[in-house]
C-alpha cells in the first residue's frame, strides 16, 4: 500500500478512459473534457450514453493498492526492450558507487522499491562492495507525509473500529460521514490532523509528531474564529466537531505534558450548540454531538468540581428525548455528582470557620441521593455489557503475574469502550463514597454508633469498586510495557480460553486502554483502607502507562489527607 500521489477523483468510467482538462489555444481550461463529479452520473458518462459506474471512496483513492499498476508498468517495460535488465546490471559493476547513485536518482524521478533486481543478486567479489554500499546509501522506499500516516492510522485503529451501539456518547463515530465530505484545506481537517499527529506522538519513534501537531492545532484556532463568527459555518455539524476535537486534543495534550485543562473548547461548544438552537439538532448526527458535548462538559464539572445544573437544563432542551442509550444515561446521573462536589467541596476544604455540624450531616445525606440514583444504573445496562473474569490470563511466572494483574484477577468486557464506560461509573461512586467518609470523619465527637453501618458499607464498597477498576486493567493494557499506541504482535491480551482477541479489539486496546484508565487508576489511588500493596500496584499501572504513551511527568496522584473514620478491622 503506497501513496501514488493526488489521483483523481472522477467517476470510474471517466479514470478508466484517463479524461482530464485539455488546455485550450487562449490557455483556458475546456471543461467539455473533464469529469464534472455530478451526481448520480456525470456529463461525461451522460453525453456518451454510458451508465456511470459512480465514484471510488476518497480513502480508497488516496491509500489504493499500487502493486498490481507497478507490476503490469515493469512488466510492459520487459516486453519493449528485454535487454535493458542484463545491460543495467552489468553496467554496475564497472560504475563508481556516488557516480551510480546519481545516475539513479537525476532525470526521471522514480521511488525505490529497495529491492535489487534479481540479477543484481550475484555472490561475487566484484559486485558484493557494490551492493553493499547500494543498500546503505538508496533510502528502502519513500514514505507518505507525517500527518497522511498519522490519519490513516488514527481513523482505521480509533474511528473505524466496531463498538456497541450502547456505548456511544462520544463523537468520534460521527467524524468520518462528516469528514468525507469536507475540503482538505478545511477546519475539520486540520483539527483531524492535529489530534491525529497527538495521539501518533505517543510512540518514542514518532515522538516529534506532538511537536508537528501544535502547527495544526494553531492553524485550526485561527479558521475556528473565523467559523464561529460566519452565521452560515457557526451552524455547521462540521463546526462543532472540530471544537470537539480540538477539546480532545487538549485532554490529551493536558494529560502528556501533565498540565491542567481550561476547559475553554467545552465552554466554546456549550455556546455553539445553544447559538444552533433546537431546529439545527433534529438529525440523528447532530443529537449524538450534542449529547457529546454533554458528556464532556460533565467530565470537566467533575474535575473542576463545578456546578452542572444550569448548563444541564440548556442542553436537555435543545437535545431529542428519544436520543437514549446506557452510556448517555449514566451521563445525566453524573451530572449531579458535579452538582455534589460543588456544593460539598468548599464546606470541606474551609476551616476558617470549621465546618458545623448541620452542614457535615447535609453532605452526609446529599451524597446518600446522589448514590441512590447512581445504584439504579446497573440495572439498566445491556445483558452482553456484564463482565466475565478470563482464566487463561495468568500462565505467567509470578513475578510477571504481579506486573499484569491484582489478585490473579483480569475481566473480560464486549469492548474497550464498553469497559470505559463501567469505569466512568465506578469513578463517579467513588468520588460520594470519599466524601462521605471525609464528611463523617471531620465530626466531633466521631459519630461511630449512629452511623457504623454507613461507614463500614462505604469503606467495602470502597475496596470491591477499587477491585473491578484493577481488574479491569489486564483487558485495556494486556501485557504490554513500552511501544506507544501501535499494537504489537507480542502483547498478550485476556481471552475466554475459546477464541482469541480480535484485531479490532487489540489496536483499540494498544491506542486508548491506557488513556482510558489514567482517572479510575487516579481516582482508586486515593482510597483509604485498601489491601495490603494495592495501592502501590495501581501506582506502578499510572508508571507503565507513562512509559507506553511517553507522558513526560508523573501522573499526580496525590494520598488522600482527608479526615477519616478509623479503617475498622483493616483489609488483609
Known sequence: MVYGGKPSTGCKNCRRRKIKIVQRGDGKSDNRFQCDEQRPACT???NTDRVCPGYAHLFDLVLRDQTESVTRKAQRRKKRDPAAVRTTATAAADTPNNALVVAGLSGRQQRPSGRLPPSAHIASPANSGYLQSLQLQLPKSFQDAPEDQAVN????????????????????DCLLPIYQNARHDSLLSLATTAIA????????????????SHSFFGKALVKTGRAIR???????????????????YERVLATADFKPISGVHDTGAVA?????????????????????VQTQVVDHCIQTAAPFAKTSADLDTLRPDTFENAASRLTSLSAHLSDFMAYANPILHTFQPFPSKEQLMSIVEYAGEVEARLLTWPDTVPPDWHWKTSH???????QERKLFMWNHRADLYHDIWVASVWNSYRGTMLMIQYLTLQALGMLNPPPLSRFALRIVTAINRVQDIVDDICGSVPFNLGTKTFGGPSDRSEVRYPDDGITKPSSDYRKSAAGLGGW?????????????????GQQDWILKQIERIQRIYTIKKPIDVPTSEMPSPRCPGGRG
Do not use: W
Open 153 to 172: 492510522a488514527f481513523f482505521h485503529n480509533y474511528v473505524l473500529i466496531p463498538r456497541h451501539p450502547y456505548s456511544r456518547r462520544g463523537y468520534l
Open 516 to 532: 482510558f484508565m489514567v482517572e479510575p487508576l487516579k481516582i482508586a489511588g486515593k482510597a483509604i483502607c485498601l489491601r495490603d
Open 272 to 292: 455553539l450548540v445553544k447559538y444552533r438552537g433546537k431546529e439545527n439538532g433534529k438529525s440523528e448526527l447532530s443529537a449524538r454531538l450534542l449529547l457529546a
Open 230 to 248: 460566519d452565521p452560515v459555518e457557526s451552524v455547521k455539524d462540521e463546526t462543532l466537531m472540530s471544537v470537539l476535537l480540538l477539546s480532545f
Open 197 to 212: 499527529l497527538a495521539i501518533e506522538g505517543g510512540s518514542p519513534s514518532t515522538a516529534h509528531y506532538r511537536q508537528l
Open 392 to 398: 487463561t490470563f495468568d500462565n505467567f511466572p509470578s
Open 44 to 46: 461525461q458518462c451522460t
